[in-house]
Structures are given as C-alpha cells and as structure tokens.
C-alpha cells in the first residue's frame, strides 16, 4: 500500500492489500490493521474484497488514503472506491459506503487517494460520483448521506480535502482536475470556484495556505497563486506561472508531482516535478 499510518489512543493503524494467487496483481482484498502501539501485536483487522483490473498495473499494490480516526471511530477509505466506518477499538464495522455500485464512480488510473475529513458531526469524502457527487458529506455517526457537491466533468483527481479559515468562515477547499472550490462544509455551498485544468487529473500535492495566500503547484501546469478575501469567502488569481513544459530547462516556476511545497513569508519552497529544490516569489511566482 501507499497509505501512511496514523496512531491514536495506543494503537496503530496501517492499510495493506492481500492479493489472490491466482490473478496476482488483479483482484484481493484491502485491509485495515489495528496495532498495540508499544508491542506491535495485531489487535483485530478488517479486509474487503477489491478489484485494480482498471489501475495502472504497476501503482495495483494497496489503499493509498490515511485512515482517519476521530475519537471511538476510524474512517478507511480504499482504492477501489470503498468507505468504512469501523470502531476504533474492536473493528467492528459501523457503515460502509461502495462508491462504484452507490454512486456510479469511475476509479481514476490511479486509484481513489483522498482520505475522509471529519468535519463537526460529519466526514467529507471525495466520492466522484457522477454526475453532481464529486464530494460528499456523510453523517460520521451513521453513514447517511447529507449533502453533496460539484458536478464530475473529468476523472475526479487525487486531491485532498482541507478546511481552512478565510474571509470569517471554515472554506472547505476541494482542487479536482477542472477548478479549485471553495465550500461551505456544513452545507455544501460553493462559495467561489477558480477555473484550472489539470493535465492527468494529477490534483496531488495539498493546497498550501500562508496569511492570505493559497498556492497550488501540479505536474504539467505549473503553480497558481490564489489572494483570499480577508472579509468574505472569496478568492482571486494573484498570478500563474506554467513555463513550456514540466521538465527542468522548460519549467519556469515550479512544477511539483506528490511532495507539498512550504510557503514561509513571501517565498515558496518546493521540489519540482524531476528532484529539483526550488525557490519562487510568493508574490510574482517568479523563481
């Protein structure tokens, strides 16, 4: 798996995928470990049946997304579009979503990499289901479905859910492969949306937040540098800067894959799509 673990109230919680001998790296089944924290002992696991017949061979090896665990609860999101509840301390498995049979999702070639948010009395889910499900709110207690968001128009990317603090209000900011939203994230109401095509669907690296600026950086597009209102919900491009290409003589900005850049003050650090560290002007974007 690809997924990092996540520790809470003595225990650890790791995901793996456990092929079927016959087909190898088609079909298995994912699952989620409890661990003691201080022995390594397993405490209880889980696994559900899961299919990579349409993942990109090579990346057909286990859940990419953190689970999530939020005080008696941990929430496990699989790479073939399973969401699990489960209690924390016995595994027993509270509510379940499918998101492929529920929600008519496409799994994109690299599977489902979004980890549940837990949000007040809800976990926000990047679902993908078309046509208007790109993300969902769940009720984290019992599963039901409480509102939805954003129509589906291309893959549904890889991003990350995040909440930040900006113009007054908690934006819960969704980056898909078509724009970057802005959400109310107790209702689902779209407070702004910036237009960005992303080349792939690669919505990977986690938007950045420093004072008012939110930066964004992809493999092909280079970076975008959105300014937030300081009094309302509502952003606007301070600059973009994409170059000719990814690679390194043809990049003018910075062209990141999976690692998260740090904004610090008015300046940018970032590793670029091929290993190069960089430094940009977080106020022009220029290196």
């Known amino acids: 798996g690809f997924a990092g673990p996540v520790v809470a109230d003595g225990r650890v919680f790791v995901t793996d995928f456990a092929f079927l001998p016959e087909t190898k790296v088609m079909d298995g089944a994912e699952r989620i470990l409890a661990l003691d924290e201080g022995t390594g002992d397993v405490l209880w696991t889980h696994d559900w049946p ?22 008696d609860r941990v929430y496990v999101a699989g790479a073939g579009g399973m969401l699990l509840c489960l209690e924390a301390a016995t595994g027993r498995v509270v509510w379940s979503h499918d998101a492929v049979a529920e929600y008519d999702t496409t799994i994109p070639v690299w599977g489902v990499a979004s980890a549940p948010l837990v949000e007040g009395d809800l976990v926000v889910y990047i679902v993908g289901g078309e046509p208007d499900a790109l993300v969902v709110a769940f009720n984290k ?48 109401e779209v407070y702004w949306d910036e237009a960005w095509d992303v080349q792939g669907s690669m919505t990977v690296t986690t938007p950045v937040k420093s004072d008012n600026y939110l930066f964004f950086t992809q493999f092909y597009g280079g ?11 509502a952003a606007e491009r301070l600059w973009q800067v994409a170059g000719s290409s990814e690679m390194p003589d043809g990049t003018a900005a910075l062209h990141s894959l999976i690692t998260t850049p740090i904004v610090e003050g008015d300046y940018i650090y970032g590793v670029g799509s091929y290993g190069e560290l960089r430094g940009l002007d977080a106020t022009t974007g220029d290196r």
Do not use: F, K
Not at 50 to 57: I, S
Not at 223 to 233: E, G, I, Q, V
């Open 50 to 71: 899961a299919a990579y017949r349409n993942l990109q061979l090579s990346y057909a090896t286990g859940p990419r997304a953190t689970p999530t665990v939020d005080g």
């Open 141 to 188: 207690q019992t599963g039901a479905e409480v509102w939805r968001a954003i129509d589906v128009v291309m893959e549904m990317g890889y991003g990350q859910p995040i909440i930040y603090e900006a113009g007054g209000v908690r934006q819960l900011i969704i980056w898909h492969p078509s724009a970057v939203s802005s959400l109310n994230p107790a209702t689902g």
């Open 223 to 233: 970076s975008l540098m959105l300014r937030l209102d300081t009094d309302r919900p």
